[in-house]
C-alpha cells in the first residue's frame, strides 16, 4: 500500500486527526480494533479508499439494520496460543474458554455472511466486501466442541472428563463430608467443654482443615498448631485425629491437579496444529471490530461515502469538521457547513481572505482533516452529492513553529516549509497554509508570498491558503488556476457569519473590528487618514460586491426553479392535451359502430316487429307482449343514448379542468404537492347527482356511479359496505356509491360472462389468491432513471388491480437522479394520493412511501 506524503511530521496533530483516532479507538470493541487504528494510515491507491470505504458503507448498513450481527468483543489470546508451540505446553481454563469464545464468534460471522444473499436467481450478496473478508477467517466449530464439551457452566472441568478425574473427584467428595463430620464433632465437644466461642466455625490454613482456639486451651485438643493470629488471641490447631485425613485430600487434590493438566495437554495437542490460523482468525475479526469502530463513528457524526474520483479534486458541499460538529453538539449549537470546490484547471488554489475570528483557519483544517480522513477509509461528513479525489501530498503550515533550539523565528520556520513546498509539491499536492506571507514587513512579505503562489501555480499544485494582503488577492483574481473566496460578515450586526462564499475576496474589516473593540474614533479617524480614503472606499466597495453578488446569486437560484417548475407544467399539460384529444377520437370512433349497430338493430327489430304482430292476427294478449318488447328495446336506445351523452359530458368536463388548471397552475400544484387525489375527488364527487337512498341485496347487479361496469353483489357488510364482484375483481364499496343496473345492462352482462368468461368464479378466485401474494415493496437500485421508472409503472398498475392502498418503493440515495425521476413520475399520477420518504430508523431517504 502507497502512503500518503504528510508534512510536516506532526500533521495530524496540526489538523486534529490524533484526537479523530482516539475518538474512534473508543468505539472499538477488542484490544486488536484498537490496535488497528493505532496502526490506520492514509493511502494513494484509489481502489484501496475505495475498498475501505465501501466496507464501512456496508457495516454501516449492517449496524442499522441487522439486529442479529454477532458481537465483536474478544479477549486477545495470541500470546496464549503462541506459548503453545513447545511440545507439552497446555493452556489454562480461563485462557481455553476465551479461545472457544472466540471461535464462537467466527462461526456466527460465517453463518450471518453466508445467509444474506440479495432476492433472485443470480443474486449477490448484500454485503459483497465483508464477505471477502469474512471468507478469509477460518472456521473451526469440532475445537470449539471439544473445549466446550470440557467445562460445565461455572467453567469448571467436569468431573466426567475422565475416568480418572471422575475417580479422584468421588473419593476427594467423600473424605471431606467425613472430614466435615468429624471436625463439626470436634468443635461441639469443645464448645461444651467451654475451650472455644459459641460462634466458632472450622477455618482453613495451608489448605488443611483446623479449629480456632484461645491460646490458653491450646493444650486442650490433641494436634497440630498451624498459624496465629495477627493479635495472638486466636491460634489455629488441627486435630490429631483428622491429620491423617488432611494428608489425604491434600494427596488427591494433587493428583486432581495433575490429570486436569493432562487433559489440558490433549486439548493443546489438538489446537498446536492449527496455532498460525487461530491467530489470524483473532486479527480477522479484530478487523471486523475496527471497521464497525469506523461505521459507528461515521453514523455518530452524519458521514457518508462521496463520490469518488482517481484524480486529486475537491467538490464538497455541507462539510463539516468533525471535531467542531461533536463540540457545539455538546454545547447544543448548530454547526455552519462548508460548501468548498478545488477543480482543475480553472480553480486548483484557493486564496480565503476575510476578517480575523471569521473561521479562516477553521476552513483550511475541516479541508486537511477531511481529506486525510477519507484516504484513511473513514466516510466523511458532506452531502451524498459530493465529489472526492486522491491526492499523493498533504502539506500544512499553520501555527507558530518557532524554536529557541533551532534559532528560528516564527517568519523563519514559515520559510522553511515554503522551501519543502516549492522543492516537493506538484499536481497532485495539496497545501494548506495559513495567515500565508505574515510573520515579516508588510510589503516585502507580500511579494515573497506572491512568489511563491506563482511557483505553486506553476507546479499545477491544490491548495486552501489564508491570507490579509491585497496583492495576494489581486494576483488570484487574475490569474487561471487561482481562485478568492471570502468568509462572511455581518456589517450591521458587527459578527462573523463562519459561511465561505468562493468567486470574490474578502474584507478584513479592520476599521469595523477596532470600532466595535473600543478603540478611541480619534485613533480610528487618524488610521483612516493615514491609509488614505481610497483604500477604505475600496474596502467598502468589496464588501458592497460581496452583498450584491450573494443577493443574484439568490436570485438567480430562485429563476431557475421557477423556470424549471414552468417547464414542467407545460410538459404536463401537453400530455394532458394529447390524452384528451385521443380518448375523443377514440370516443368518436366508438360512438360512430355504437350508432351503426343501433340503427341497424332497430331496423330488425321493427320488421320482426311487424311479422309478429302479422303472424299473432291482432290478438290482444300477444300484441300487447310484442309492443311491451318494443318498449324495452326502446327504453335500452335511450340508455345508449344518454351513455353517449355522459361520455361527452365527461370529455367537456376534461377540458374544463385543464382550463382551470392553465388558469390557477401555481395553486393547483401546491394542492397536488399536498394531496393530489384531493381536487379530482372533489370535482367529480360534485358532478355527479345526488340520487335517492336505495336498498341493495346480495345478487343484486349493480355499478358504480359515473360508471359503466357492471358488477354483482357478494355481500353486504354491517358497515353500510357491500364486497362487489366486477368482472375478475372482487372489491369493497360503500353502498351510497351503487346504483342498479338497467334490465338491458344485466342481459348483456350475462352474454359477455357466458361467451368470455365461462368460469369468472376461479378467475375472482385467482385474482383474489394474487392480491394476498402481492408484495408490496419494489427495489429498484441499481436501474437507470428511464428503467427504474419503467417497472414502477407496471408495478403501480398491478398494485391499483389489485386495490393495494400503500407501497414501498426502494431506490437507495446514490447520486438523487434515481429518486427524482421516480418522484417526478408519482407526481404525474392521478392514482397515487401521497408519497414521502420511509422513516429514518427504516431507511429514511433511500426509500419512498406511496399511498394510493
Request: aromatic fraction near 6%; proline fraction near 3%; hydrophobic fraction near 35%.
Amino acid at each position: 500500500m502507497l502512503r500518503l506524503e504528510t508534512y510536516p511530521s506532526n500533521f495530524e496533530n496540526k489538523v486534529g486527526f490524533d484526537e479523530v483516532r482516539h475518538i474512534l479507538k473508543s468505539y472499538a470493541s477488542s484490544s486488536i480494533g484498537k490496535e488497528y487504528a493505532d496502526q490506520m494510515g492514509a493511502t494513494t491507491e484509489f481502489a484501496e479508499v475505495d475498498r475501505l470505504l465501501s466496507e464501512v458503507v456496508e457495516m454501516m448498513d449492517i449496524k442499522q439494520h441487522a439486529s442479529e450481527f454477532p458481537s465483536l468483543l474478544i479477549a486477545d489470546k495470541r500470546e496464549s496460543l503462541n506459548s503453545l508451540r513447545p511440545q507439552g505446553a497446555y493452556l489454562e481454563e480461563k485462557e481455553l474458554l476465551d479461545i472457544a469464545d472466540t471461535l464462537a464468534v467466527a462461526n456466527a460471522l460465517d453463518v450471518f455472511f453466508h445467509s444474506n444473499n440479495a432476492p433472485g436467481e443470480d443474486a449477490q450478496h448484500l454485503y459483497p466486501h465483508l464477505k471477502l473478508i469474512a471468507d478469509e477467517c477460518p472456521a473451526y466449530p469440532k475445537i470449539e466442541s471439544n473445549i466446550r464439551s470440557l467445562f460445565d457452566i461455572t467453567g469448571k472441568i467436569k468431573d466426567n472428563a475422565s475416568k480418572e478425574l471422575y475417580r479422584i473427584r468421588k473419593e476427594l467428595n467423600q473424605l471431606e463430608k467425613s472430614l466435615s463430620g468429624s471436625i463439626h464433632r470436634i468443635i461441639r465437644e469443645a464448645k461444651k467443654e467451654g475451650w472455644v466461642e459459641g460462634d466458632v466455625n472450622p477455618s482453613i490454613r495451608d489448605g488443611r482443615l483446623v479449629i480456632p482456639i484461645a491460646p490458653a486451651h491450646k493444650r486442650k485438643i490433641k494436634g497440630i498448631i498451624h498459624d496465629e493470629s495477627t493479635t495472638g488471641k486466636t491460634v489455629y490447631i488441627e486435630p490429631a485425629e483428622i491429620v491423617e485425613a488432611n494428608n489425604r485430600i491434600t494427596e488427591l487434590e494433587t493428583e486432581e491437579r495433575k490429570e486436569i493438566i493432562r487433559i489440558l495437554i490433549e486439548v493443546a495437542n489438538k489446537i498446536r496444529p492449527h496455532i498460525q490460523e487461530l491467530i489470524f482468525l483473532f486479527l480477522i475479526i479484530g478487523k471486523f471490530d475496527f471497521i464497525m469502530a469506523k461505521a459507528c463513528f461515521a453514523i455518530e457524526h452524519g458521514a457518508i461515502k462521496p463520490i469518488l474520483h482517481k484524480k486529486p479534486t475537491i467538490q464538497w458541499y455541507q462539510a463539516k469538521h468533525p471535531l467542531l460538529l461533536r463540540t457545539l453538539k455538546l454545547h447544543q449549537r448548530d454547526i455552519v457547513p462548508l460548501d468548498i470546490e478545488l477543480l482543475y484547471p480553472d480553480s486548483r488554489i484557493l486564496i480565503i481572505s476575510g476578517p480575523n475570528a471569521g473561521g479562516k483557519s477553521v476552513c483550511l483544517k475541516t479541508v486537511g482533516i477531511l481529506q486525510y480522513m477519507l484516504q484513511c477509509g473513514m466516510p466523511i461528513p458532506v452531502s451524498n452529492y459530493s465529489h472526492a479525489g486522491i491526492f499523493g501530498h498533504l502539506f500544512i503550515d499553520i501555527g507558530d513553529e518557532q524554536s529557541i533550539e533551532d534559532d528560528l523565528s516564527t517568519y523563519s520556520s514559515h520559510l522553511r516549509n515554503m522551501k519543502y513546498f516549492t522543492r516537493n509539491c506538484n499536481s497532485h499536492s495539496l497545501l494548506l497554509i495559513d495567515e500565508f506571507g505574515g510573520g515579516t514587513e508588510p510589503q516585502i512579505g507580500g511579494a515573497i508570498a506572491q512568489a511563491l503562489l506563482r511557483k505553486f501555480n506553476d507546479n499545477k499544485s491544490f491548495g486552501v491558503i489564508t491570507t490579509h494582503y491585497q496583492n495576494i488577492k489581486n494576483y488570484a483574481e487574475d490569474t487561471l488556476g487561482l481562485i478568492n473566496g471570502a468568509m462572511l460578515y455581518d456589517r450591521h450586526e458587527m459578527k462573523p457569519l463562519f459561511k465561505l462564499a468562493i468567486g470574490r475576496p474578502g474584507s478584513s474589516f479592520a476599521i469595523e473590528i477596532a470600532r466595535k473593540t473600543g478603540i478611541p474614533e480619534d485613533v480610528i479617524d487618524e488610521a483612516t487618514s493615514i491609509v488614505g480614503t481610497d483604500y477604505i472606499d475600496m474596502d467598502k466597495y468589496l464588501q458592497d460586491i460581496v452583498r450584491d453578488k450573494r443577493y443574484w446569486e439568490t436570485k438567480r437560484l430562485s429563476i431557475r426553479k421557477e423556470e424549471k417548475r414552468l417547464v414542467e407544467e407545460v410538459e404536463l399539460y401537453k400530455d394532458n392535451l394529447e390524452k384528451i384529444e385521443k380518448e375523443r377520437k377514440k370516443i368518436i370512433v366508438e360512438a360512430k359502430k355504437e350508432a351503426l349497430q343501433i340503427i341497424s338493430d332497430s331496423g330488425k327489430m321493427v320488421e320482426r316487429t311487424i311479422r309478429e304482430i302479422k303472424e299473432a292476427e291482432a290478438e290482444k294478449e300477444k300484441t300487447k307482449k310484442i309492443r311491451a318488447s318494443l318498449d324495452n328495446y326502446k327504453k335500452t336506445l335511450e340508455d345508449v343514448k344518454d351513455s353517449v351523452s355522459e361520455e361527452k359530458d365527461k370529455l367537456k368536463r376534461e377540458l374544463e379542468k385543464i382550463k382551470r388548471r392553465q388558469e390557477r397552475k401555481k395553486e393547483k400544484q401546491e394542492n397536488n404537492r399536498n394531496n393530489p387525489a384531493k381536487t379530482s375527488t372533489t370535482r367529480t364527487g360534485s358532478s355527479e347527482q345526488k340520487t335517492d337512498k336505495q336498498e341493495f341485496k346480495v345478487g343484486d347487479h349493480v355499478k358504480i356511479k359515473s360508471q359503466k361496469a357492471i358488477g354483482s353483489i357478494l355481500e353486504i357488510k354491517a358497515n353500510g359496505s357491500a364486497v362487489i364482484a366486477l368482472g375478475m375483481i372482487k372489491t369493497t364499496i360503500e353502498t351510497d356509491r351503487l346504483v342498479h343496473a338497467s334490465g338491458q345492462e344485466i342481459k348483456s352482462i350475462k352474454s359477455d360472462i357466458r361467451t368470455t368468461h365461462p368460469n369468472h368464479n376461479a378467475i375472482i378466485d385467482q385474482i383474489h389468491e394474487k392480491r394476498l401474494n402481492f408484495k408490496q415493496d419494489i427495489d429498484v437500485r441499481g436501474m437507470r432513471a428511464s428503467e427504474g421508472v419503467q417497472a414502477i409503472s407496471y408495478f403501480i398498475d398491478e398494485a391499483v388491480q389489485l386495490g393495494i392502498n400503500r407501497v414501498r418503493i426502494l431506490h437507495g440515495t446514490g447520486t438523487g437522479a434515481l429518486k427524482i425521476s421516480i418522484r417526478e413520475y408519482l407526481a404525474s399520477l392521478a392514482v397515487v394520493k401521497h408519497f414521502q420518504d420511509e422513516h429514518v430508523q427504516f431507511g429514511g431517504a433511500g426509500i419512498t412511501i406511496v399511498d394510493l
